[in-house]
């Protein structure tokens, strides 16, 4: 683990020919009776494994939504904690989607608990709200410089709810806006030998043309992108904040999780076989309209 | 459980006759050796059951931290949540500091984690984030709304760093002002038979001129006021939003954390009955300097 975060993300991206972030989003009531009885732990636990054994053919990260993992309790932590291990056993990046944000000692511990080594999750990256200000991303940012992983901070969502704040105008400039610029002096600190730095932004995918203004913002970030699929955005609105490198475009991931987790085809298998089939077309196809998006 | 969460703190805060909310903190390097090895498990446990034996004597409310129990990993939120329990079963509420933050499906997932029965925490209410926007908030107020538990929601914090985007200019007036305007139409719904509303406003004790506006903005909001004691802030600025009642000054919460877990008497400790002798008397004086500032 000697590369830089931003470096193993965009190598990983490459070696896929695709930016495919697959979103871990267990969520109770879709996950299929084969895994086991609906809303139980061992559903939770049978249908994560299973998701992580497919998801490397296809994506270079898997991005871990905690809200489904924690109403299970100090169980369904573990079995997060299983499903990032296993998929870094399996050469996957993990983008663990916890969204914290605090201040001096308490985003410490957030960022032990999230980036640092057992008991913490020892994922690759974190995503942290930015409300608190500078000094509540210090200690993910000094922790991520330390250790060679990422920081992803929330600067406009994918949610209908994003325009209530984000959106709001500051001296005629949007609030995420204002954030970008908040973060842009320490995206240097996280940058890697491609050029990318690890200091990500999450930019949703439902509004591309802020991306591109985003990208301006922030030339070097890596952007997380979510919203894709399930929520409506097309591949090519998705990566509207990538810049044009000398293989197509480039610089940052895109999440899909319940078009590739919840495919009618997988939904209506009744064997675990025929489950594996499904995902991994849903997989194999997000995947590749991601691809083609990149290289128009 | 029948009364709204407002009613049952205000009427916890007139029992003790104090505002005072004790924040639990259990900073590894800060717990006394008489708990066990430092940074050990062991030591966590030992010293949160001792807090909680202590703090209702003299606070209606226990905020503990997240951030200082998710590093341990399961087995430290296992022990938080024993910590929830044990003051639950000696009447006090639990206010969990969690500033959670995230939308849809995942916002209820945290709603059920943080405020849900086992395998949830039960807390009596939680801190969230408002950056996503009001579909961000919606699922922790219609839990809080349906159980009788409440919601504090991250307005004007207390730390340095909130300067950078909670006080910038939206329109001529700050940013965290915008916040308490999007979330005073939902004050109503969790509004109790005292007339006020477990829809909480976190209002930092180091900026009192601020609390006073913020009162205006959300007249009915029991306040969440951290930053007192170690931060700085004196009691009299603590509660500078609350507002007059008949018996002096009411309308919120003060919490207090590393002054009333680590003062020095009890740091010097050698036995766990001087050690509680030096917390008695350090929560015992938060809660009658906060009492004599609300009757001033």
């Known amino acids: 683990m000697s590369a830089r975060f931003a470096d193993r993300l965009i190598e990983g991206v490459r070696q896929k020919n695709s930016p495919l972030c697959v979103g871990l989003d267990p969520i109770p009531d879709r996950i299929p009776v084969i895994f086991g009885q609906s809303g139980s732990i061992a559903a939770l636990e049978g249908f994560c494994q299973a998701v992580v054994e497919i998801a490397p053919r296809h994506a270079a990260i898997l991005k871990p939504q905690l809200g489904f993992f924690e109403p299970f309790g100090p169980e369904g932590t573990r079995i997060a904690m299983a499903a990032c291990a296993a998929a870094q056993s399996r050469a996957m990046l993990v983008l663990l ?3 914290r944000g605090d201040i001096g000692t308490t985003a410490e511990g957030y960022a032990r608990a999230t980036l ?19 000094d509540s991303l210090e200690p993910f940012l000094a922790a991520a410089e330390r250790d060679d992983k990422g920081v992803a901070v929330l600067v406009r969502t994918s949610n209908p709810g994003a325009r209530d704040l984000q959106d ?14 908040m973060i842009a002096p320490q995206s240097d600190r996280l940058k890697g030998n491609s050029g990318w730095s ?28 979510p919203g894709y699929g399930a929520q409506g955005a097309s591949a090519r609105d ?21 078009a590739v987790l919840y495919p009618q085809a997988a939904q209506a298998a009744t064997s675990l076989a025929d489950w594996r089939v499904g995902i991994d077309a849903a997989m194999a196809q997000a995947a590749a309209e991601l691809r083609e998006a990149c290289a128009a």
């Open 97 to 99: 989607d916890a969204k």
């Open 168 to 181: 709001l105008l500051v001296d005629g400039a949007p609030l995420w806006r204002r954030v970008a610029e």
């Open 198 to 225: 690890g200091l990500m932004a999450v930019a949703g995918a439902t509004y591309p043309e802020e991306a591109r203004a985003l990208r301006e913002a922030l030339p070097h970030a890596l952007f997380l992108v």
């Open 238 to 258: 998705a990566v509207a904040g990538f810049a044009r490198g000398k293989n197509g475009l480039e610089g940052g991931v895109v999440s899909s999780s319940r």
């Open 116 to 134: 640092g080594p057992a008991p913490g999750f020892s994922a690759d990256c974190v995503t942290v709200n930015p409300y608190l200000g500078r």
